[in-house]
């Protein structure tokens, strides 16, 4: 008798086809900019009895935007604690995802439309002096800046979706919440390193 493969519950890489992962990135940018507010309402409510509510909100995220099968333990409830904790961490993971976020937010304004948002005069401009050439220098300097930004993006979906795994009653790796919170330390220094420039 023929045997079906499993349907994987692990996080798409990036070994599947361009399409696939320009689809990819664009559910994760999408998955990653709902963290801070769900886990914001998750912390809100589950004190008030909700915490079923915000489960189903992290699974209907997990399933919808990144296409995740569904829980293989659906009728599991975790505890107001346990949810009380996923969105702690969760809400750590989005603060860290608001820096790549924001490096998509700002490419696309000084990459793509960089013609459009700075009128001029591009006389001291990569590429300039001409407006063309400035715009041209912009969007190819962000072109990989992107790309880092949308793979850290990939990343953080994907340790994301692990942890709310783990509130189906799924075993994750030793691993995660370590990773959870070094990606918060370095997101922060990272931060604090920025802000310092400026």
């Known amino acids: 008798m023929p045997t079906v493969p499993a349907q994987s519950t692990a996080h798409p890489t990036a070994r ?3 399409y696939q992962v320009v689809r990819l990135a664009g559910r994760s ?3 990653c900019a709902t963290l801070v507010p769900v886990a914001v309402l998750a912390l809100v409510t589950a004190p008030l009895g909700r915490a079923g509510a915000a489960v189903a909100r992290w699974r209907a995220l997990r399933t919808g935007l ?16 346990a949810v009380l904790g996923h969105a702690l961490l ?24 960089y013609g459009v948002v700075v009128s001029g005069p591009y006389d001291d401009s990569w590429g300039g002096p001409t ?13 990989p800046i992107t790309a880092a930004g949308l793979a850290a993006l ?9 942890l709310t795994r783990r509130l189906d009653g799924e075993r994750g790796p030793r691993w995660l919440i370590p990773a959870v919170l070094l990606l918060a330390l370095a997101g922060a220094l990272l931060f604090v390193a920025w802000t310092r420039q400026i």
Request: glycine share 14%; net charge positive.
């Open 16 to 18: 599947a086809r361009p």
């Open 29 to 31: 940018l999408a998955y």
């Open 66 to 81: 990144l296409g995740m099968p569904p829980a293989a333990v659906p009728g599991r409830r975790p505890g107001t604690v």
């Open 90 to 113: 969760s809400l750590l993971l989005g603060a860290v995802a608001l820096l790549p976020l924001g490096v998509q937010l700002l490419m696309v304004l000084r990459g793509a439309l």
């Open 131 to 143: 407006r063309a050439g400035a715009w041209v220098a912009h969007f190819l300097v962000g072109l």
């Open 154 to 162: 990939i990343g953080i979906a994907a340790v994301h979706q692990r």
